[in-house]
């Protein structure tokens, strides 16, 4: 971490202390560099740092106060429920319209720097795959990209061999594949409630049943998996456990230890849908369940399509015991695509837009959570995640399936909780994308939104 942001997360951990109060008066710029012994420009970046999330406000010619403290919503409710077998209904995803908006589907405004980074990878992977334009790809992936993301992972202390990886048409495809391998039509499988509405037509389409697992504030209520594993009842689980798309948990240290166990013990696959894992807000990224798995039984999934784009299919799956069954339903990506990644990861590029895009959610989570605080109805709650690109809302009285027809009458991209269970779960709620830079964009559409649930809120 920079000196300057650790140095801003010092000030706000002060502030959340009640060390520092609204309207305290803070150092001049150049008392703040002589008493921490930094520069200059560290501490104009400091300030701004802080400026620009609204701890601080620069007042002329008078100096830099400790802003008024912001509001704050409380986060979601996650009410107790007896989870039970049901078959999930195909067709609940909700097409985006042309152009998609920036509310809708949970992705990145990719920056300039990663576009021209990407750019320059795809020229030099040209002139590497030169030779072997007419071959297929390897079926398990190039050699060459399967080292470099173990390299990448180990690094940031997950550590990973080059052949205990292979490469995927992106973390959809690698989840696809392992359900395939683990289950059969019929089958039940153990999912979050609510559950990534893409999931959920999956597992639809493939015949499969579900088990709604409840959420905590810690993760998912592993009791009741743990008793459904016991029974026999559920034949698989499939849990995002970093940053989970819709409601932004985080599955705890000891959340993530007991489900590993439980696979182990019960030998039970759990795929680990880990596509928001290297998102976090801040410098470290967490160990996924995978990390906690000494048997096998975790077959942990991910890809570039959250921190990059869904456009380059590319992806990837660590199949634990499972190898051998999952690389016979592998039939190679594009060797230019993985060539071009393996080099945006090899020159630095990937880490550095990693360490920028961290940087940016964090401070666009708080631009988003200010803005919903400030004019949702009163009683609303927001998630307020770790990590990931998008925020679960949930407002007291919302008819939120009937504001989701109007919102795509009128061309806005939204999804409502309907979408996210197979239940009566979730009528009151909604997901937003925050990837997109808080802008003119976002604004406009976020004033249609606030307008849109003063409608139909009772």
Not at 72 to 82: D, G, K, M, S
Not at 90 to 108: H, I, S
Not at 187 to 198: H, L
Not at 422 to 445: K, P, T, W
Request: glycine share 10%.
């Amino acid at each position: 971490m920079s000196k300057y942001r650790q140095l801003a997360e010092k000030f706000i951990t002060d502030i959340r202390a009640g060390r520092l109060v609204p309207g305290d008066r803070l150092l001049s710029l150049r008392q703040f560099a002589r008493q921490h012994g930094v520069s200059m420009s560290t501490a104009v970046s400091c300030y701004a740092e802080l400026e620009s999330l609204g701890w601080l406000v620069a007042r002329p010619k008078a100096g830099f106060f400790v802003a008024a403290g912001r509001p704050t919503a409380p986060t979601p409710e996650w009410p107790p429920f007896t989870s039970r077998v049901v078959t999930p209904e195909a067709g609940r995803v909700r097409t985006p319209g042309q152009g998609g908006g920036a509310l809708g589907t949970a992705r990145l405004d990719l920056d300039e720097v990663a576009r021209n980074g990407l750019e320059r990878s795809f020229r030099r992977a040209l002139t590497r795959a030169s030779g072997r334009l007419g071959e297929y790809p390897p079926a398990s992936g190039e050699p060459a990209l399967r080292m470099a993301l173990a390299s990448h992972f180990s690094q940031a202390g997950f550590a990973l061999g080059a052949d205990e990886l292979l490469i995927t048409h992106g973390c959809m495809a690698a989840v696809q594949a392992a359900l395939e391998v683990c289950t059969r039509p019929g089958d039940a499988v153990a999912i979050s409630s609510p559950c990534y509405n893409g999931l959920l037509e999956l597992l639809a389409q493939m015949s499969r049943r579900i088990v709604e697992i409840p959420s905590r504030p810690d993760g998912i209520d592993l009791d009741q998996l743990e008793q459904h594993l016991v029974r026999g009842t559920v034949q698989a689980a499939l849990f995002c456990t970093s940053h989970m798309n819709p409601q932004g948990l985080t599955l705890s240290v000891a959340q993530k230890q007991r489900l590993a166990q439980l696979a182990g013990r019960y030998r039970t696959p759990v795929i680990e849908d880990d596509v928001y894992l290297e998102l976090a807000h801040g410098d470290s990224m967490p160990l996924p369940a995978a990390w906690y798995d000494d048997n096998g039984y975790v077959i942990w999934c991910g890809s570039v399509s959250k921190t990059l784009s869904p456009g380059y299919r590319l992806g990837w799956c660590r199949p634990g015991r499972y190898g051998t069954a999952l690389a016979s339903r592998m039939f190679g990506v594009p060797t230019l695509m993985q060539l071009a990644f393996t080099d945006f990861i090899e020159t630095g590029a990937y880490v550095r837009h990693l360490r920028r895009t961290r940087s940016r959610l964090t401070r666009q989570k708080q631009l988003y959570l200010d803005y919903l605080t400030r004019h949702l109805p009163a009683g609303s709650r927001v998630a307020q995640p770790d990590g990931g690109l998008v925020l679960w809302l949930q407002v007291p009285g919302l008819a939120a399936e009937a504001l989701g027809r109007a919102a795509g009458q009128s061309g806005l991209d939204i999804r409502t909780g309907e979408l996210f269970t197979a239940s009566e779960r979730y009528r009151d709620c909604l997901r937003i994308n925050m990837g997109f830079m808080f802008g003119e964009q976002v604004q406009h559409e976020l004033d249609a939104l606030i307008g849109l649930i003063n409608r139909y809120c009772d």
